[in-house]
T-cell receptor, first 118, second 109 residues
């Protein structure tokens, strides 16, 4: 079954304690991204990756790191979490969308990680 | 700046029809997506429009007018399970998805 798997689903942590949220996809997608979703603000992109070893900042990258050592995995790292990073996080993957792709290529989302930083 | 506007919340009655509008101002346009998101769950793909006109898929249809920067999602024969948020997203000139804040749809019996 095609899927994007995030772990953990729920996490409560304390300020400053490093954490990693894992994301893995089994569809051989080149493009992966991380979003945070806060009430009234919609989905905001944190980082994205067009392929292995290629990552770029999204709209709200401060306080986050990512890595893309393998095509299937795209972990999100919070080196020193703060309360303003309390949010619902989603990982997503899709095929690379380029002029030559044609048609639509939908994004597949993981189940979400609800993070609370106290 | 880039901007996508949707109503924050809408209410409709079971069995009725509802239209959720989305207007956008983005740097370039390479398609518009609609996603459905139930509370606390991941968004799931509903439709994609890149050319003007109406795309129909069962009870759901999506319309696009590129000249007006406008789209709508039409839901017919509403069911209680359609209670969810509906997200509009535009693929810009850099092939990045720009998301609206979503429209929360409440269905009443």
């Amino acid at each position: 079954e095609a899927q994007v798997t995030q772990n953990p689903r729920y996490l409560i942590t304390v300020t400053g304690k490093k954490l990693t949220v894992t994301c893995s996809q089994n569809m051989n997608h080149e493009y992966m991204s991380w979003y945070r979703q806060d009430p009234g603000l919609g989905l905001r992109q944190i980082y994205y990756s067009m392929n292995v070893e290629v990552t770029d900042k999204g709209d709200v990258p401060e306080g986050y790191k990512v890595s893309r050592k393998e095509k299937r995995n795209f972990p999100l790292i919070l080196e020193s979490p703060s309360p303003n990073q309390t949010s619902l996080y989603f990982c997503a993957s899709s095929l690379i969308i380029t002029r030559g792709t044609g048609g639509s290529t939908e994004a597949f989302f993981g189940q979400g990680t609800r993070l609370t930083v106290v | 700046g880039q901007n996508i506007d949707q109503p924050t919340e809408m209410t409709a009655t079971e069995g009725a029809i509802v239209q959720i509008n989305c207007t956008y101002q983005t740097s370039g346009f390479n398609g518009l997506f609609w996603y459905q998101q139930h509370a606390g769950e991941a968004p799931t793909f509903l439709s994609y429009n890149v050319l003007d006109g109406l795309e129909e898929k069962g009870r759901f249809s999506s319309f696009l007018s590129r000249s007006k920067g406008y789209s709508y999602l039409l839901l017919k024969e509403l069911q209680m399970k359609d209670s969810a948020s509906y997200l509009c997203a535009v693929l810009d000139s850099n092939y990045q998805l720009i998301w609206g804040a979503g429209t929360k749809l409440i269905i009443k019996p």
